[in-house]
């Protein structure tokens, strides 16, 4: 490509599987803090306690097996590689679209076509990042199927719940990792 990220719908797919055997390393820790965050929500005798995130680990393994560190891996893929392609197809589409309207490329050009790629890497995952976070907060759901049926009868609008905080989280990343990506190819080169 003219911006050489991706060269190819492999290169993306690439991506996508990278996010994928990333996620199988972190979803317990994923668990663990989804937990803790929820935990702090609940009545004070409802709570568990958790005093940090290997007290959380080994208290989910013991009381629910440490098959439970990997509930919502099935919604935690598929929103990981939505992640990954989303930035990275979506900065390159969108820096080739504001080349194409006569900017140079430069910082702003960097900026905005990072933001665009935050902002619909966002928009992408949200949905599965609802669902996920609902499996992974304890045993009400087994399957994304159920999760997905019950999102779904509170409104389309359920599946954003979250948005803009997800969206101040994933933005700044994503603006930050291409900027210096462009500053370090420029000061790095590719070899042709």
Partial sequence: SKCGVS????????????????????NPADVVNV????????PVAQRVGYRNVFHGLATI??????????????ANIPRSMMINVGQVACYDQAKQAVLSS???????VHFLSSFIA?????????PVDVMKTRLMQGTQYNSIVKVFVDT????????Y??????????S??????????ERLRIYFPPKE
């Fill in 118 to 126: 935050g902002t619909m890497a966002t928009v992408l995952t949200q």
């Fill in 61 to 74: 393994v013991r009381h629910e097996g440490a098959a439970a560190l990997f509930r919502g891996l099935q």
């Fill in 102 to 108: 006569g900017m140079q490329d430069g910082i702003p």
């Fill in 152 to 159: 779904a009868k509170e409104g389309p609008l359920a599946f």
């Fill in 172 to 181: 700044p990343q994503t603006i930050l990792t291409w900027l210096f990506l």
């Fill in 7 to 26: 060269q190819s719908s492999g290169i993306n797919a690439e991506y996508g599987g990278g996010g994928a055997v990333g996620i199988l390393a972190g």
């Fill in 161 to 170: 719940k979250g948005f803009v905080p997800a969206w101040v989280r994933l």
């Fill in 35 to 42: 937990r803790m965050q929820n935990d702090m929500r609940l």
